[in-house]
């Protein structure tokens, strides 16, 4: 009997399945070992020589392991192709006392072909990734356990600082302040209406420049000497430029642009995008195929292709398009320079498994993610889209030229695009009429409009796991956590879909940044990358990395560990009366939310939700009102909390189903509002009272 350990129960249903009876997979749920929660686990002294424990939850599932090795005659370690798998595989290795050299093995996919291939190569375990993990977690365990006092201390307990978090919320605080400090300046854009002939629509024109020389119209009084000058004059078509333009498809997810684009275009979180993806990579039920994988390796920020990969892309296009729509010589895609490259690019294992066949055969995000990365992949691999461009430059001549352009774009070859659109694609304008130099045109109507420049947009979490690849902050499998933990702490909040610092938030990135301003840098935790980098590589020691860092930073600490006054988060004043003792109420922030609260406590301990009621509860008759989870995610709940536990992610009716007594949620549809059962199994659905439309619109319009 052979024994193959993974970390994830999913992943060895789905590797069991491609294996016969002389194999048992067995998973480990994760690190078996890690530093102790209570102390921080690292002898400074001694080369910071990591304390590693097994957690007692995990003392079980090591008894069990250990009991499968002894009854098994191979045993390897199979965690997933990156550090963490690699550490996961090391910590086993000793905890559970294997002596055997060769027992790491690695696939980029769960496929019958793949564990089979990797079986046959099996190689020992590389303390590059192990000793770049050990550093990694070393290093945020020492700014962790050192940071996080002195800003608990300043601003009150049970506050966290970390190398990776602190420095993303200063991205956050920085272009909020960047808002709030931005100046309009005014400018104004001028479009003529032009009309060639009376069979033709008119033809829209915006103006460019005086007498060949670009103008920038900044008020009101340009704007209208332009708009006046150009009355008058004899309009004339003065270049016509026709010409061919090509659009290239974008390279195959990695795991940053499957975030962002996951995000964009199916309206998912962060964190839902990651857990979707964890399952399609270890497996998915099917029904008559029992768990079975569908996409690569997740966390990649490679968009190299695999020539086998390529291959069956091409004769998929050729057969499936035609052979137009194959390229003359395959798709290659440049990996960043600041990329890892360890692994291929994130695709579908196969092309046969089309999102079509798993229509019904999937949970609806599931497919819509697997959808995404199925056609992302197949247009990687296809021709340019082809377009036929049209510029032209059009001159009302009186005392001066006033210059106006119009330009045009046809898609003559679909290419790409047949498969894939991405987010930010190019609308083509309608075919524009056959102009040509030295034409005549009459002008229908000329306008200016007043417009002013905007200040740059709030993160999204998509735009923000942009930025934090882009400034090299962390690695693929730490954005998502990153996003979630500034959420969880309520250093950032959602307006809407974007990400706000919150005042507290504000004040530990302010209190950071005063006392390390060293570390509180996007190139400091780039810089530090590119050394965990160099650790994988084996060029530097692991250790030589945490000594060089570690001996400043430690002076810092102890120079501001107790100086410096504490500063408070400024508590807001609401109108809300307390009906105990008749003081005005007070915003406070707690690890739920923020809440409403008497400003006489400890004397008053009177709370209330913050917020208007949007239901009542079906349980109890209380209110309900919206909330924010740890994540960042709405949901809603009761008020009555903790005597009455009602939560709901859906607004919900104000009565239990009457057939399965499951709760209700409000929909609204074509001006419609109905009571619909939340329970899948259960059809029932009934027509709501009338005042209830008017209601309901109210409560969805106040919770956007």
């Keep these: 009997m052979k024994l193959i350990i993974v970390e994830s129960p999913h992943k060895a249903k789905t590797i069991a399945k491609y294996l016969g ?57 199979a965690g997933d192709p990156d550090r963490e798998g690699e550490a996961i595989s090391w910590h086993l290795a000793n905890v559970c006392d294997i002596k055997e050299k060769k027992v790491r093995i690695v696939f980029n996919e ?32 020492l700014m962790g356990y050192e940071l996080s006092p002195i800003i608990s201390h300043q601003i009150k307990g049970g506050l966290s600082a970390g190398r990776v978090q602190s420095v993303a919320l200063k991205m956050v605080v920085d272009r909020e302040r960047e808002i709030r400090e931005f100046k309009p300046q005014e400018y ?147 990996t960043g320079s600041g990329a890892q490259d360890a ?29 995404l990365i199925y056609d992302r992949f197949v247009a990687s691999q296809m021709s340019n889209a082809v377009y036929d461009t049209l510029t032209v430059h059009i001159v009302s001549q009186s005392d001066k030229n006033y210059g106006y352009t119009l330009k045009g774009k046809v898609c003559t070859f679909k290419g790409y695009t047949s498969a894939y659109q991405s987010a930010d694609k190019e609308e083509s304008a309608k075919e524009l009429p056959n102009l040509v130099e030295g034409e005549e045109l009459t002008l229908k109507d000329i306008k200016g409009e007043q417009k002013f420049t905007k200040p740059p947009q709030r993160y999204t979490d998509g735009s923000f796991i942009k930025a934090m690849e882009e400034n090299g902050i962390g690695r693929p499998s730490t954005f998502e956590k990153t996003i979630t933990v500034l959420y969880k ?68 600490v102890l120079a501001v560990k107790y100086q410096g006054n504490k500063v408070k988060p400024k508590e807001e004043v609401t109108d809300v009366i307390c009906e105990k003792c008749g003081a005005h109420m007070v915003i406070k922030d707690s690890k739920f939310g923020k809440f409403l609260a008497c400003p006489n406590f400890p004397k008053c301990r009177n709370t209330k939700p913050l917020g208007e009621a949007v239901a009542k509860c079906p349980m109890c008759g209380g209110d309900i009102v919206k909330k924010v989870s740890k994540k960042g995610a709405t949901f809603y709940s009761c008020t009555n909390y903790p005597t009455c536990t009602f939560i709901s992610w859906d607004i919900p009716a104000p009565h239990l189903c009457p057939d399965c007594k499951s709760a209700m949620k409000i929909v609204k549809a074509r001006g419609v509002t109905r009571y619909v059962c939340t329970n899948k199994d259960c059809k029932h659905s009934e027509d709501a009272p009338k005042e209830a439309n008017e209601n309901t619109t109210q409560n969805k319009d106040s919770v956007q």
């Design 21 to 77: 009876s002389g194999y048992r997979v067995v998973a480990s749920k994760g690190h078996v070992s890690d530093l102790p929660q209570k102390t921080m686990g690292i002898d400074v002294k001694n080369n910071f020589k990591p304390e590693y424990v097994v957690s007692p939850d995990k003392k079980p599932v090591i008894d069990m392991i250990k009991k499968d090795i002894a009854l098994c005659d191979e045993v390897y370690l």
């Design 343 to 371: 692994h291929e690019a994130i695709r579908p294992i196969t092309l046969e498994r089309t999102p079509e066949s798993l229509k019904d055969k999937l949970a609806r995000n599931d497919l819509r993610l697997y959808k």
């Design 188 to 334: 104004w854009t001028i479009t003529a209406n032009l009309i060639k002939d009376k069979k033709n629509a008119s033809l829209k024109c915006e103006f460019v420049d005086i007498d060949s020389k670009k103008c920038k119209v900044e008020n009101k009084q340009t704007a209208d000497g332009v708009i006046e000058g150009s009355k008058g004059g004899k309009w004339i078509v003065d270049n016509v430029k026709r010409a061919q333009s090509f659009s290239k498809p974008q390279p195959p997810f990695t795991t940053s642009t499957m975030q962002q684009d996951a995000i964009s275009k199916l309206g998912m979180s962060a964190s839902m995008v990651t857990q979707i993806a964890q399952r399609l990579y270890e497996g998915v039920e099917i029904q008559g195929e029992g768990q079975v994988a569908l996409v690569t390796y997740i966390r990649s920020d490679s968009v190299r292709v695999s020539e086998d990969a390529q291959r069956e892309a091409l004769a998929f296009i050729g057969q499936h398009y035609g052979a137009d729509y194959c390229p003359k010589r395959p798709n290659v895609y440049a």
């Design 489 to 556: 702490r309520t250093y950032t909040e959602k307006e809407g879909k974007f990400m706000k610092p919150t005042e507290l938030g504000e004040l530990v990135c302010d209190q950071l940044v005063k006392n390390f301003p060293d570390i509180m840098n996007t190139k400091f935790t780039a810089t530090m990358e590119s050394n965990l980098d160099k650790i994988e590589e084996g060029n530097i020691k692991w250790y030589d990395v945490i000594a060089d860092f570690y001996g400043d930073f430690h002076s810092k």
């Design 110 to 141: 769960i496929s019958k072909k793949a564990v089979q291939k990797a079986l046959q190569n099996p190689r020992e375990i590389n303390m590059g990734l192990v000793d770049a993990q050990q550093a990694r977690r070393v290093l945020d365990r």
